[in-house]
């Protein structure tokens, strides 16, 4: 579990610092060609779902979770591959193929914040107003893919630094909480076998 845990952790780490990273691209150079953009986009979209299929094969124990990860990765890597390849054809619908991965990365943070809270974690609600915000911000774009690109581009690029960072805090208090459950049971199971 514990070795779950942690790949769990290091996978939505990176796939997080890199939402990061491009969105300070965005943020900086909003002027840099859309194509560009789309290219960037359609990478971080092809790295993030081969890391979810590969995890899905590294750890292959059925569970909803892991099968999510599949169906995740496999919609990540086609579409990336798809922006990367034919970028002049996905300009008008940037933000909303980026509130849609900011959409589903917030329901994945609802979904961290019920663990925690099932777990007792008492800042869990921190988790559900995170995931709550993140799923609001994917909607927005979804809703209103604003006009001047410029502007488009900066708020993507805040939107997903956002993302990145809000998801690794929850990600770390997932694991954090494990870690105290597992030492609590532990500490249990020793006051048991001295009984």
Not at 37 to 48: E, F, K, M, R
Not at 141 to 169: E, H, Q, R
Request: proline content about 2%; hydrophobic content about 55%; aromatic content about 8%.
């Amino acid at each position: 579990m514990e070795r779950f845990l942690r790949k769990m952790k290091a996978n939505a780490v990176v796939s997080s610092l890199l939402c990061v990273v491009l969105g300070l691209v965005l943020v900086i150079w909003p002027g840099m060609s859309m194509q560009i953009v789309c290219a960037a986009i359609g990478v971080v979209l092809i790295l993030t779902g081969i890391m979810k299929i590969i995890e899905y094969f590294a750890v292959k124990d059925g569970s909803l979770y892991e099968q999510t990860n599949l169906i995740m990765g496999i919609i990540f890597t086609v579409v990336g591959i798809w922006i990367a390849v034919k970028p002049d054809k996905v300009l008008a619908i940037i933000p909303i193929i980026v509130g849609i991965i900011i959409a589903l990365h917030g329901a994945r943070n609802l979904q961290q914040a019920v663990t925690l809270c099932k777990d007792q974690y008492d800042k869990w609600w921190i988790a559900l107003i995170l995931g709550l915000l993140t799923v609001g911000v994917g909607v927005l774009l979804i809703c209103k893919p604003f006009v001047a690109l410029d502007t488009v581009v900066m708020l993507i690029g805040i939107f997903l630094i956002y993302d990145g960072v809000s998801n690794i805090w929850i990600v770390s208090r997932v694991y954090k909480n494990a870690k105290r459950l597992k030492q609590e049971a532990e500490a249990l199971d020793a006051e048991a076998k001295e009984l």
